[in-house]
């Protein structure tokens, strides 16, 4: 039987208008701080708050949006976001202090937020069913992944040989751009029937959270440290390391061996089942951060960081496609808002408590420490979800 075919115009313009809005985030993550330090003369706690109340918003955007999208209208939802996101990117030219930069911050959030939620959302039902964590895994692969390379790249560069106007010039330039590619996507709509609907307009937890993804969600949130600890430290560590080259290829690395794994994983999940995929995230996951730890040599850490393109990298798209499985599909959007506003919870608000234990453990400590957190969420997966979906079962699709 001919497996049904994966790639092809919508889902093309989604993953492109997706890869240019997490490349803006990801563009400004690594020069906010910086600039905030540079003009604004914040200290650097003040200068890490600019960076990372970003979250803020994007988790109150994910939250709500969640619950909207299905209720206004995903095409609608959808314009909102990007335009909100167009805007608010322009407010940056207009920061002349540090409580208006955190403000800017926070609206450009929601905008990611709202965006970001419902191009991830499009996607589980874009692709075919049967190809569904295939599907998702590619989606992640190119977009927000190589924009995690991308985008902290191009931001380094253009901090040191250009200037902040020129850089909110680029970002406004690459937001538009999705809003123009996102007019040629067909956006599938669900039909809700009138019952669904009225439940849906309840004010109620279960329409802010899709209780039957956060099981997989609550074990994002630990991985998601987990990976903030490479994110916000990886640079000081290759300074302290005296491995300063490998440490600016670490992204490149990681892009690069998720690409590579996506095709195996991808199949694997659709055909075996997600144990087939989730406990070698675990173990992968772990022995890059371990490896991280152990890392005296540049080509150590670029070890680690293919072992940890293949093991989180993995864990992100297998993980959301749980999330989306595991609910009706009417509430895809809310199931999705849910996995990333745990996820990004962790990632967000991690470093902050990480920076409490560099200082007692050092930055080898911090991740040889990540790596057992990693292995020990293998335990909450096999309880909460694992048992339950043994290798070759599947949710209801």
Request: aromatic letters at 14%; a positive charge.
């Amino acid at each position: 039987m001919e497996r049904p075919r994966l790639v092809n115009k919508d889902f093309l313009i989604d993953t492109i208008a997706n890869f240019f809005i997490y490349i803006v985030f990801y563009l400004l993550l690594v020069i906010i701080a910086p600039y905030a330090m540079d003009t604004l003369h914040a200290t650097p706690s003040e200068a890490g708050l600019a960076s990372s109340i970003f979250i803020v918003g994007s988790l109150i955007a994910r939250i709500f949006t969640g619950r909207f999208i299905e209720q206004i209208g995903r095409r609608k939802t959808l314009y909102i976001g990007l335009i909100f996101f167009l805007i608010t990117t322009l407010l940056y030219f207009g920061v002349t202090s540090l409580v208006f930069l955190y403000l800017v911050r926070i609206l450009h959030g929601i905008g990611f937020g709202i965006s970001a939620t419902s191009a991830q959302t499009f996607i589980a039902n874009i692709v075919p069913k049967e190809r569904r964590g295939e599907g998702i895994g590619y989606f992640i692969a190119f977009s927000s992944t190589i924009a995690s390379a991308v985008g902290p790249f191009i931001g380094m560069y253009l901090n040191q040989h250009g200037s902040f106007s020129i850089l909110i010039v680029i970002c406004f330039s690459v937001i538009a751009v999705s809003c123009i590619a996102m007019l040629f996507l067909k956006i599938p709509e669900v039909n809700i029937s009138q019952e669904q609907l009225a439940d849906i307009k309840k004010f109620k937890l279960s329409n802010f959270f899709e209780i039957k993804a956060i099981p997989i969600s609550s074990i994002s949130i630990f991985v998601g440290i987990c990976y903030a600890s490479i994110v916000s430290f990886i640079d000081p560590f290759a300074r302290q390391s005296d491995l300063v080259a490998a440490g600016n290829f670490f992204f490149v690395v990681y892009a690069i061996f998720l690409l590579l794994s996506r095709p195996v994983a991808g199949r694997l999940f659709d055909q075996k089942g997600e144990n087939s995929v989730m406990y070698p995230c675990f173990v992968l996951f772990a022995i890059g951060l371990a490896l991280i730890s152990l890392s005296h040599l540049g080509a150590i850490l670029l070890l680690a960081a293919a072992f940890v393109g293949c093991g989180f990298g993995t864990f992100l798209s297998s993980a959301q496609t749980i999330a989306v499985k595991a609910s009706l599909p009417h509430r895809t959007g809310v199931a999705t808002s849910t996995f990333y506003s745990f996820l990004e919870g962790g990632m967000g608000f991690g470093p902050f408590f990480l920076g409490l234990l560099v200082p007692l453990i050092g930055y080898r400590g911090l991740y040889m420490c990540m790596a057992i957190v990693v292995l020990v969420c293998i335990c909450p997966y096999f309880f909460l979800y694992g048992k339950t979906h043994k290798i070759g079962t599947d949710l209801h699709s």
